[in-house]
């Protein structure tokens, strides 16, 4: 009897540690809203800032935008003849305009969302690209939310397509991604 006790013992972590590492691996996995699934994408939501003052900010047309785009280097890029930063700043506001509600009301009128995001064009031939995963997409863009200088929400997404004709889905998917956090 002694000695099946740390067998069975031993049986029952090995169990409960790979229920762990499976919860772990499918919450990495997982995506909180649907259009997140259709690339890569990565989140990070500070749920210390104020959330919805952020999400109502940007609904009540209170906020700024700040961008830029890196364009590749040590290959010939496909985006820099295609997509500006203000043709992209375009793109964006066309639609946040689908996200503006009249009724949406704010606490302060001197305070702004800032949208800062960016887009990279992946740089297939750059020396430090470490594998073919790196290679697989055309670039991505990084939003950062900022509500009172503090990051609120932050979302990465891969786009696909090297005429960067999914950008726009992409930016659209970041912020529905933003706004679902005020639900």
């Known amino acids: ?40 994408t990565f989140e990070k939501i500070n749920i210390e800032q104020p959330l919805k003052e952020a999400v109502n900010l940007l609904k009540s047309n209170n906020y700024t935008i700040k961008s ?13 003849n295609i997509l500006t930063k203000e043709q992209a700043d375009e793109k964006l506001e066309k639609i946040i305009k689908g996200y503006i509600e009249t009724s949406a009301q704010t ?35 990084v939003f950062e939310f900022k509500y009172d200088n503090k990051l609120v929400y932050k979302i990465q997404s891969d786009y696909m397509n090297l005429d960067g004709n999914d950008i726009e889905d992409r ?13």
């Open 1 to 40: 009897m002694n000695k099946i006790l740390p067998i069975i013992l031993i049986v029952i972590m090995t169990f409960v540690a790979y229920g762990v590492y499976k919860q772990a691996n499918k919450s990495i996995k997982t995506k909180r809203i649907e259009c997140q699934s259709k690339t890569t």
């Open 68 to 80: 830029s785009i890196e364009y590749s280097k040590f290959m010939k890029s496909n985006l820099v």
């Open 107 to 141: 606490n302060s009128d001197d305070k702004k969302l800032l949208i800062d995001y960016y887009i990279y064009e992946n740089d297939k031939e750059d020396k430090g690209k470490k594998n073919n995963d790196a290679k697989s997409y055309a670039g991505y863009l």
């Open 171 to 183: 930016m659209n998917c970041a912020m529905k991604s933003f706004t679902s956090l005020n639900k």
